[in-house]
């Protein structure tokens, strides 16, 4: 798909994912989807990425309830309703910025922060987030193919296997072989996204942020499934309509997470 396509994709995804893993008092509350600027909303440092200083776009901030959603080990030490989790986040397409935190039981000692750009055709620039030697020194590199990558028994759907389907709209797909990015005339997108997690609580600090850099991944890759296999279902959206269908999301989500079973899986799955 081409970066343009991924954006209206992306939002789309988004509203249909939190439907899956809202319900049963767990889930995930909007509180705002609006415009920002240089005044409004805005982030804790400048959206600077690229040597591009990104000042206008969407704001939103959500609240996970995640009771269900975190490990054994935690649920042991804190109470249900302070597991919520706050998420900010600044979409100024290619360019987007998502900062979680949990201000009731962590507050400043647990930042997850995911910074993305979406770049047409170009699979393997090394350093577009820009970090210094320390920063690159430190990282970890994960390639995600959304065909080939390693799915639970528990995350798999025929449904949403890139290797099954061909869009009826399109004609894209089935993403065949081992570097089916390489052998195509297709439009191609890259997401790069620089994960970076902090959680400071001793004896504790290097296996929870192991354990969220694992389900960062995890999430990633079963989205980016979903999304593509999708296809029909985003493929010629407007912005307007993915608006329309955001704020129809909310209502839901609202109603969802007060009624029936939660749909998502558990952090002991």
Known sequence: MTVEEYQAAQLWTVAEA????????DGIEVLTNEPFSE?????EIPLVAGGTTYTTGQYTSKIYHLASKVPKFIRMLSKPETL??????WNAFPYCRTVLKNKDFMKENFTLK??????QDKVDIENIHQLSKEQLEQREVIYIDIANAEVSSSDYKAEWDPK?????KTG???????????????PIMCAYKLV???????????LTESFMQSMEKRIFTNFHRQLFCETDSWYGLSMDDVRALEDKTKQDLDKQRFEGELRGTTADD
């Open 18 to 25: 939190s439907k899956n893993e809202t319900g049963g008092g």
């Open 114 to 119: 995911i910074e993305t750009m979406h770049v």
């Open 172 to 186: 894209r797909g089935p993403l065949v072989g081992e570097t089916w990015w390489q052998n195509t005339d297709l």
């Open 84 to 89: 919520n989790v706050q998420e900010y986040a």
């Open 39 to 43: 005044t409004d909303h805005k982030p």
């Open 164 to 168: 099954l389907y061909q869009s009826k």
């Open 196 to 206: 970076t997690c902090e959680f400071v609580w001793f004896g504790f600090q290097i």
